[in-house]
């Protein structure tokens, strides 16, 4: 699908799945997060353009390749989207950070909007929204409206596990904003769960349940 790419690299499989264990520990659940977080950071930014500039190395001059254009912001949807935060920053210590507070109301499944805190500059900025989990996608389509009130030009979104509810309502409502998976899962359950997926994110790297 366009505006849809499906990371299979072999180790955020693997890891993906250590993750939908229900065994596995949160200390451990956490951990993987923030390495898969790192991992898909590789990918969504696999396409920024370069530019040649001139430097020196020890032995002669040369024409050496750095990433031009936009500088990054990285916007995790809180809680979950931060524990993708830390992996990101390793790979791109200067990117800038919004936080996006949304939680879904149980008995809606809407995003309720809680906290919001981004740069001033996001028009002049590439931001890259994160979320582990796309499952009505009513919280991802929250969180790029309000960056786009603010400004937001250019937003890539990126999650571990995605509903085709998900990215159906996602591409319907923001078409141009491209979406970075690590697996599509069959469907929701009755409760906007995503199946077989790995139960709620957020209580799982935090503790919560
Ligand atoms: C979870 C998850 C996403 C959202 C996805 O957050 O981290 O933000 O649900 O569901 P959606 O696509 O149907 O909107 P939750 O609301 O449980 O909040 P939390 O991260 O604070 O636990
Ligand atoms: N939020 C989660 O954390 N998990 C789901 O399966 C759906 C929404």
Redo the contacts with the bound molecule.
């Keep these: 699908m366009e505006g849809l790419t499906v990371v299979g690299h072999p180790l955020v499989q693997h890891k993906l799945t250590l993750m939908r264990d229900k065994y596995l520990s949160t200390k451990s659940f956490r951990l993987l997060l923030n390495e898969v977080g790192m991992l898909l950071a590789y990918e969504v930014t696999r396409d920024l353009p370069l530019e040649l500039v001139d430097i020196e190395t020890p032995l002669a001059p040369m024409k050496a390749p750095k990433i031009a254009g936009k500088k990054l912001v990285f916007a995790p949807?809180?809680?979950?989207?931060v524990g993708f935060l830390d992996g990101m920053l390793e790979l791109v210590p200067s990117a800038r950070v919004a936080h996006i507070g949304?939680?879904?109301d149980p008995e809606t499944?809407a995003?309720v909007e809680y906290y919001f805190k981004a740069p001033a500059d996001l028009a002049e900025r590439l931001v890259i929204v994160m979320?582990?989990?796309?499952?009505?996608?009513?919280?991802?389509v929250a969180a790029v409206s309000r960056l786009k009130e603010r400004g937001a030009r250019e937003i890539r979104f990126v999650c571990l596990l995605a509903a085709p509810e998900?990215i159906a309502h996602m591409r319907a409502e923001h078409p141009d904003v491209p979406i970075w998976t690590a697996a599509i899962d069959e469907r929701l359950n009755d409760h906007?769960y995503i199946l077989p997926g790995l139960g709620?994110?957020?209580?799982r790297m935090f503790g919560t349940k």
């Design positions: 949807i809180l809680r979950a989207g949304l939680y879904r499944l995003a979320d582990p989990m796309l499952a009505t996608a009513n919280s991802a998900g906007g709620d994110a957020g209580d």
